[in-house]
């Protein structure tokens, strides 16, 4: 389809001639890591992890925003890099200083892609414009309604709905869930649904509040609610009781 033709195009002749050309930056972080993560979430936005961060919500943003237009992605993501700050759409988005000196590739420990890292940091530092978001261990959370704004911002999107309970913390009913399967699939890559669960769910998931993004039709026997979903770079199964469910279950974006 057309995303993965404009990332195509991207990678062939963006990226080489942008990496060549712009000497300056505003990251302590070095121009072949970014670069070469740049490269790799737009060959495949599906690999887009997190990992360690608690940013699911700029993650599952990113991962939904760079497979519709990774060329709007590649601006950003170079923008920031150079100046400090990137536009999503008209919105400007900035990384403090504070961020931008912190080496996080001096740590043995950390796994990231460098790129990653700096988009979803970035992202929550200029979101919680209050509290300076520095360090893998930092709280990078986010509220639904924050991702509705940055989606919003992208203008890619004709309508959202936002039906995630206020604070993620009002559980919601699986018929509220299975009125998705009326909707999903049915047109295509018209429709991006992103879920507000409890990660626990997931099979050895942590207890805490999460977003994945829904990747199949919903199977309810029953007795058990089984769906596909993507989160920390990968497609997950998840399968549990209804009660389960019902209690880890917040609804939808």
């Known amino acids: 389809d057309a995303a993965y033709d404009n ?19 505003a990251w302590v972080l070095d121009k072949d890591s970014i670069y070469d993560g740049i490269e790799k979430l737009l060959k495949d936005p599906s690999g887009l992890d997190q990992s360690i961060t608690s940013t699911c919500g700029p993650a599952i943003f990113l991962r939904l925003w760079i497979e519709r237009d990774p060329v709007a992605f590649l601006r950003f993501a170079t923008q920031l890099y150079v100046v400090g700050s990137g536009k999503i759409g008209s919105e400007i988005v900035t990384a403090r200083e504070s961020l931008r ?10 796994k990231m892609n460098p790129s990653t890292w700096m988009v979803v940091s970035t992202l929550v530092d200029d979101d919680k414009w ?32 936002n039906e995630s309970s206020f604070g993620n913390i009002f559980s919601k009913s699986l018929d509220h869930f299975l ?29 805490g509040f999460h977003f994945v993004a829904l990747t199949t039709s919903i199977e309810f026997d029953g007795k058990r609610v089984r769906f596909g979903c993507w989160t920390w770079g990968r497609d997950e199964i998840i399968d549990v009781e209804e009660s389960v469910f019902e209690d880890n279950y917040y609804g939808y974006l």
Do not use: C, H
């Open 7 to 25: 990332r195509a195009a991207v990678l062939v002749d963006l990226l080489p001639q942008i990496k060549s050309s712009l000497t300056e930056q």
């Open 101 to 110: 000196n912190n080496n996080v590739l001096s740590d043995p420990s950390f």
């Open 130 to 161: 209050w509290l300076a978001f520095n360090s893998t261990d930092d709280n990078g959370g986010a509220f639904s309604k924050t991702i509705e704004n940055w989606m919003k911002w992208t203008k890619l999107y004709k309508e959202i709905d």
């Open 179 to 207: 009125n998705l399967n009326q909707v999903f699939g049915s047109d295509g890559f018209d429709t991006d649904i992103v879920l507000t669960i409890n990660a626990k769910m997931l099979p050895g998931g942590p207890d």
